[in-house]
Every structure is written in C-alpha cells, then in structure tokens.
C-alpha cells in the first residue's frame, strides 16, 4: 500500500502480542495520522477488524492490508533494519536513539524498517530485543518511564514522519494563518479619521463622562496601532464606530420621544 510519502512505504509497524483491541485501533490512527500504512500483528490476543474501524474511523486501508504472524522472526524477516521501541537500555552492544535521532538516522538510508512496539503489560522481552538491530527510547521521566503503546507509537510516528518529509522534499504544511496584505495597511490619514469617530462613539456612549478623553484616546489609539490594521479591517472598526453613533442616535431620539409623551 502506498503513502504519500514514498519513504514511509519501507517502514512496517510490528506489535509483538498486542493484549487490548483498543491499543491496536490508537495505533491504526497514529499510523493513519502519520502517514503509515503496514502495520503486523505478532499473536494478538484478539483482532477484529469491525470493531477496530469503530474506534479508528477511516482506517479502513490499514486494517484490511494488516498482516498476522505466528513468530516474530517472520514479522520482522524482509526487514534491513528492525528498531525495538522500549523504555529500558538492556544491551550495551545495541545502537540506541531518540526517536529524532533514529529517524534522521535509518530513512535516508532507503532501506526496509520495522518499527517493533511490545506487549501493554511487559514491554518487549530479551529474545524479541535480540532480533532487532537497535533500540528508541522516547526521553520521558525517567521515574515514570512506562507508556501506553499508542501513546509511544505517536510519538515515534511523529518523528519519522518529519524525517520522511525531509528526506521526500516535502515542505511542511503551512499552519500559519492565512496572509495578511490583502488589502494594504492602514494610512496615517485614515487612522486619524477613525480616530475621530471613536473618540465621538465614546463619547456617545458616556465612556468619557465627566473625565479627560485625552488619556483614554492614547490608551486607544496604542492598542488600534499595535494591532498594525490593515485598510478592510480598519473599515470593520471604522463600521463598529458608526453603529455605536447612530445606536446612541437612536436611543436619544426614542428617549425624547418617550419625554415628549409624558409631557403631553
């Protein structure tokens, strides 16, 4: 199955003896949301694929490509290279990574990975870490090291993610708001002019009753000069200006004319 990003196809996520259908389908939308698409089961306690589509929405590709193996050697056979996830150093003769430094370090190689995530209740034993070529380690406190397996696989998805996007050319995704200019920036003129139907508007409305406006003018005008307006959103204020001056209008006219009543 391919993804979109070509080097995501040569890395397969292994869970060795998953025991919660729940973990699988958090894993299924981990891998989903990044991009990964072959995931292998090692002995699952129970897999079905109904129920895992229930908790994963839209990772009907994943789990209809997922592959169910007896023995871990045969998960991880066609594999180059094979990265046990797990929170304890157990073997000095192992290379051992961050996620960040385990992505950057086997993607642009181009070679075939599986990334292996152990059991909820044990992590992954000697002989499973013995058949992989290397270990990643996720940096957490050190006196609470144990994560949920989705949780871990977010984590280290993310990371590889990131790595093949570097190694595909792929820009990241723009999440900045959307750009600004438009329209061109306010005017020294046109903000003076807004100035003055402000300072009007809140006067209407009592806010300078009995006080100064200069002080509250300055107060103002730094925030409007700060917020560095462009012209369509300077007319939007310029508009909020007007409609307090004719709702003040407004009010004025109906009291006077409820005085006028009452006086006969």
Known sequence: MSTELPSLDRTAVVLH??????????????????????????RPVEFDAWR???????????????????????????????????????SSRQDWWTPEQAAAELLPRGSSVALLFGREDRGLPNDALDLCHGAVSIPVNPNHPSMNIAHAAVVILYEWRKAAMAADGVAPRDMSFKTRRQTPPATHEALEDFFDKWQTAMEEVGLFHGIDPIPKMRSFRSIFQRSDLDMRELGLMQAAAYEVLHFAQREKKRARERLEKELG
Request: glycine share 4%.
């Open 52 to 90: 895992i589509t229930g908790v994963a929405h839209d990772t009907h590709d994943i789990v209809e490509a997922v592959e169910i193996y007896d023995e871990l050697s045969d998960a991880l056979a066609d594999a180059n290279y094979a990265l046990a996830a797990t929170a304890r150093r157990r």
């Open 17 to 42: 003896e998953p025991q919660d259908l729940v973990n699988i389908a958090l894993v299924i939308r981990a891998m989903k949301n990044m991009g990964l698409a072959r995931l292998r089961l090692v």
